[in-house]
Nanobody
Framework: QAQLVESGGGLVQAGGSLRLSCSTS????????MGWYRQAPGKQREFVAS???????VYVDSVKGRFTVSRDNAKNTVYLQMRSLKFEDTAVYYC????????????WGQGTQVTVSS
């Protein structure tokens, strides 16, 4: 059974930083694009960032310059470093793994809560 496990969420003041981690099994992690999504209360889940195994990261405009996605292939882990956090970054953050056979993100973690106090 494929598993992705996020960690690193918490409560932080506006302007602060957090680093999220997502660990998964190698059979999922190695060949795929890894992504981060978030869902704020009352809103739809939105794309935040993605990191292909050998390519360049992609970010939603609202986090460019503040968030950095990276991956450690040896540890089968992807990270999301978040800086200059804003109240509107408050959400549950989800890690996801792309499945080429399905043409989309097919594997999801359970989510980790990020709360930014203003």
């Amino acid at each position: 059974q494929a598993q992705l496990v996020e960690s690193g969420g918490g409560l932080v003041q506006a302007g602060g930083s957090l680093r999220l981690s997502c660990s998964t099994s190698g059979s999922i992690f190695s060949p795929n694009v890894m992504g981060w999504y978030r869902q704020a209360p009352g809103k739809q889940r939105e794309f935040v960032a993605s990191m292909p195994r050998g390519g360049n990261p992609v970010y939603v405009d609202s986090v460019k310059g503040r968030f950095t996605v990276s991956r450690d292939n040896a540890k089968n882990t992807v990270y999301l470093q978040m800086r200059s956090l804003k109240f509107e970054d408050t959400a549950v953050y989800y890690c996801a793994a792309w499945d080429p056979s399905e043409g989309g993100y097919a594997f999801w973690g359970q989510g980790t809560q990020v709360t930014v106090s203003s």
